[in-house]
């Protein structure tokens, strides 16, 4: 139950050499793990649930990056808001509006991914076209977020050739979205697409962030977290 040295450092060489940035997702996963992780130099660490990211940001080194990578409730930005450095799963004008409140209440911009809605199952959050055509109209208004780019989930099956649609899809929607200005989106612009089970076809069809957990750190359990 602990990290798979082996493991992290092959993925860390190969996604290098893509010039892709390693999100180590450590939900439900020890402070250990996560200090063990760091102690190899990983900064980047990605959480989905309000009060555990909170808990662990307070007791571990000041300089990781967090990435907020779970569906995020209005109510519970003022909670991530002093510290985030990402939030990936932006998926509605009302949220981005809440953080833009906090972050000025903060004095700070945050950096947010728009979430897009790419998986075939009802289940996946994220915003369709229409909708971050809407998204794009307000943001002239939203002086505290800054949209670096976009996050999208596949959906969860074994069929590789639907999940290679489907990334191809958000990678069209990423090239369409770099041509918005600069001063709306952030110059340097991220995708995030690619967990455990699909990153390296997630770099094939263009990601420049991977979002992974248990190939680093174990399969979760959640009933005993
Ligand atoms: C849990 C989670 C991951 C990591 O999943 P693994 O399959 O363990 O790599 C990546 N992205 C999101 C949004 C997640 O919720």
Avoid at 165 to 192: C, H, M, Y
Avoid at 207 to 222: D, E, K, T, W
């Amino acid at each position: 139950m602990s990290v798979n040295i082996t493991a992290y450092q092959s993925i860390v060489s190969e996604l290098s050499a893509e010039n892709v940035t390693l999100v180590a997702v450590s939900k439900t996963k020890p402070a250990q793990d996560i200090q063990e992780m760091y102690a190899m130099g990983q900064r980047d660490f990605g959480e989905n649930y309000v009060q555990e990211l909170v808990e662990k940001q307070a007791a571990l080194p000041q300089d990781i990056r967090w990435h907020f990578i779970g569906h995020l409730q209005s109510n519970k930005v003022k909670y991530i808001a002093p510290f985030v450095h990402l939030i990936h799963g932006v998926d509605s004008a009302k949220l981005l509006q809440e953080i833009n409140k906090q972050a000025l209440k903060n004095n700070r911009v945050i950096d947010c991914l728009l979430q897009v809605y790419i998986a075939q199952e009802e289940t996946k959050f994220g915003l369709d076209a229409a909708e971050l055509a809407a998204i794009k109209t307000t943001l002239p208004e939203l002086s505290n977020v800054r949209i670096c780019g976009l996050m999208g989930m596949a959906s969860l099956t074994e069929n590789k050739q639907i999940i290679e649609n489907e990334f191809l899809s958000l990678k069209k929607i990423f090239d369409a979205f770099n041509q918005w200005p600069v001063g709306i989106r952030a110059e340097k612009t991220i995708l995030s697409m690619g967990m455990s089970s699909d990153y390296q076809l997630a770099v094939a069809c263009g990601s420049n962030m991977v979002r992974i957990g248990s190939l680093l750190f174990g399969a979760r359990n959640y009933s005993t977290n």
